[in-house]
C-alpha cells in the first residue's frame, strides 16, 4: 500500500540558511500533518492542513512556515535555521472517508542537520 | 493541553519475555495510537485503539477509557522488537494534533 513520501530523506544546511521539506500524502487523504523530533525527545506536532486550510497550529516558529497544495501535497518552509533546528522531521496524512480521520500515518521522516 | 505519561521509561529484557508498557492520559479522547520507532526513525503504526483491546501477532493492545489508561503487551519479545514505544493521544474537541508520550525505550538482548 501507498505511504507518506517525504523528501528530501537527509538535509544538511548551514545556520541563517533556507529548507524546504516535501510531503506526499497517502491518495485520497484529505488532512496532512507536520511533526519535529529532537534528539532523544518525543514529536511535537507544528501544523495540520484539512483540505488545504491550515487546521490546527502546534509549537511551530515563527521562522518557519507550511501550505497544502491543490494536488495536496504540502511543503515545510524554514528560514533564518538555528542549530536547535535540526532534528527529524515527519508529515503525516490521514483520511476523513475512513474511520473519522482518526487513524494517523507517518511518512519516513527527514532528518535536517544545521550545522 | 492534554498530559500523556508512559511508563517504565527504559527496559531491559531478555529474548523471549513478555512486557507490559503503560499509558496514563488526563483527558478524554477520541484517538489513541500505539507507535514503535526503530532504531532508524521511521514511525511504524501499531494500533489505533481509543478504546477496547486488539491483537496483532505477538503484540496486543487494551484502551480503559473510563479510567483513561492502555496497555501495550509484548509476548516472546525478540531483538527487532528493540526501538522506542510511543503512546500518543487526541483529545478532540476541534483539536488535530497527536500528543505523544516521553516513550518507553526497550532493549531486547539475545
Known amino acids: 500500500a501507498a505511504g507518506v513520501i517525504q523528501s528530501p530523506r537527509h538535509l544538511i544546511k548551514e545556520k541563517r540558511e533556507t529548507a524546504t521539506l516535501k510531503c506526499y500524502p497517502i491518495?485520497?487523504?484529505?488532512?496532512v500533518y507536520w511533526y519535529q523530533q529532537g534528539p532523544g525527545q518525543d514529536p511535537q506536532f507544528l501544523i495540520s492542513?484539512?483540505?488545504?486550510?491550515?487546521?490546527d497550529k502546534g509549537s511551530i516558529p515563527d521562522r518557519f512556515s507550511a501550505q497544502q497544495f491543490s494536488d495536496y501535497h504540502s511543503e515545510l518552509n524554514m528560514s533564518s535555521l538555528e542549530l536547535g533546528d535540526s532534528a527529524l522531521y515527519f508529515c503525516?496524512?490521514?483520511?476523513?472517508?475512513?474511520?473519522?480521520?482518526?487513524?494517523?500515518?507517518f511518512g519516513e521522516g527527514s532528518w535536517l542537520t544545521v550545522v | 493541553g492534554i498530559q500523556v505519561e508512559q511508563s517504565p521509561p527504559d527496559l531491559i529484557l531478555q529474548e523471549g519475555a513478555n512486557s507490559t508498557l503503560r499509558c496514563n492520559f488526563s483527558?478524554?479522547?477520541?484517538?489513541l495510537q500505539w507507535f514503535h520507532q526503530n532504531p532508524w526513525g521511521q514511525l511504524i503504526n501499531l494500533f489505533y485503539?481509543?478504546?477496547g483491546t486488539k491483537q496483532n501477532g505477538r503484540l496486543s493492545a487494551t484502551t480503559v477509557a473510563t479510567e483513561r489508561y492502555s496497555l501495550l503487551y509484548i509476548s516472546s519479545s525478540q531483538t527487532t522488537d528493540s526501538g522506542v514505544y510511543f503512546c500518543?493521544?487526541?483529545?478532540?474537541?476541534?483539536?488535530?494534533?497527536?500528543?505523544f508520550g516521553k516513550g518507553t525505550k526497550l532493549s531486547v538482548i539475545p
Open positions: 503525516a496524512s490521514s483520511s476523513t472517508w475512513t474511520d473519522s480521520g482518526n487513524t494517523i500515518y
Open positions: 491518495p485520497r487523504h484529505d488532512t
Open positions: 492542513f484539512y483540505e488545504k486550510m491550515q487546521s
Open positions: 483527558d478524554s479522547v477520541n484517538n
Open positions: 485503539i481509543p478504546s
Open positions: 500518543a493521544v487526541r483529545s478532540g474537541a476541534g483539536s488535530y494534533q497527536l500528543t
